[in-house]
């Protein structure tokens, strides 16, 4: 079975630091980009960050450009969110997803119909 267990979530103060897991199995992982998606209360769906297959591209959306990083380990089946400077609009719910598209550009790792497997999330809490 496919999983895609997101983890790492949890309560922090702004400007604090939390980093975000997502391990995955049950797919040829290597073959895959993954993205990170949050959505917030009342909010729609946004496209965090995304991974290229290999690792060697790496988008993040701009409200967290600077802040965020994106990395994967191959050899875990793992894909990381660093999330640096966190400021109370970061506060959502974080989902990882698998693209069979092993690179989606710039313009595209955005929409959520370009992924094939979806995680659980897990719940980031910015605040003081």
């Known amino acids: 079975d496919v999983q895609l267990q997101a983890s790492g979530g949890g309560l922090v103060q702004p400007g604090g630091s939390l980093r975000l897991s997502c391990a995955a199995s049950?797919?040829?992982?290597?073959?895959?980009?993954i993205g990170w998606f949050r959505q917030a209360p009342g909010k729609e769906r946004e496209g965090v960050a995304c991974i290229s297959n290999s690792g060697g591209r790496a988008y993040h959306v701009d409200s967290a450009k600077g802040r965020f990083t994106v990395s994967r380990d191959n050899a875990k089946n793992t894909v990381y969110l660093q999330m640096n400077s966190l400021k109370p609009e970061d506060t959502a719910v974080y989902y990882c997803?698998?693209?069979?598209?092993?690179?989606?550009?710039?313009?595209?790792?955005?929409?959520?119909?370009?992924?094939?497997?979806w995680g659980q999330g897990t719940l980031v809490t910015v605040s003081s």
């Open positions: 997803a698998a693209s069979s598209r092993g690179y989606l550009s710039s313009s595209s790792y955005s929409y959520g119909q370009n992924y094939n497997y």
């Open positions: 049950g797919f040829s992982f290597d073959d895959f980009s």
